[in-house]
């Protein structure tokens, strides 16, 4: 399943070529992993980011932020049609910077997940459909 906040942000080729993106990649922790998986997936989301956009070092440097946040506990809230509780979620936001008004400049992603995965595999899939739906230009 998947939850839009926000506005509807997708980045055109030209956008791509002067977006600058700062990612607080450290602050990407997902609890009741061990260091070594959360470090997987901070080079999953990196490396994703580094192959398509120009990620800068600090914030004052961009003119697009990044957040990722992913969870992975029951949400008997959040079903499915089938009827079935969420098991977990990955939430990924893209604001300009600097925001200036949040219900335009910001766009958040929830993906729901229904059934128990490996972070990882929950991870590249969610990564690999919200670069799809947010960069326009990827394959």
């Given at each position: ?5 926000f ?23 997902v ?11 901070q ?10 956009l120009?990620?800068v ?32 979620f990955?939430?990924?936001s ?22 128990d995965?490996k ?8 990564f690999?459909?919200w670069?799809?739906?947010t ?5």
């Amino acid at each position: 399943g998947i939850l839009r906040d926000f506005s509807h942000i997708t980045m055109s080729a030209s956008d791509i070529q002067t977006a600058r993106v700062f990612v607080d990649i450290d602050r990407f922790v997902v609890p009741n992993l061990s260091a070594a998986e959360n470090s997987e997936l901070q080079q999953l989301a990196r490396e994703g980011l580094r192959t398509k956009l120009q990620i800068v070092r600090r914030k004052d440097e961009a003119n697009y932020l990044v957040q990722i946040r992913m969870y992975q506990s029951p949400n008997y809230a959040i079903r499915n049609p089938q009827r079935e509780s969420s098991h977990g979620f990955v939430m990924i936001s893209i604001c300009k910077f600097p925001v200036r008004n949040m219900s335009e400049d910001c766009e958040n992603l929830q993906y729901d997940y229904f059934r128990d995965y490996k972070a990882k595999e929950v991870f590249s899939t969610v990564f690999r459909m919200w670069l799809k739906q947010t960069i326009s230009n990827v394959d």
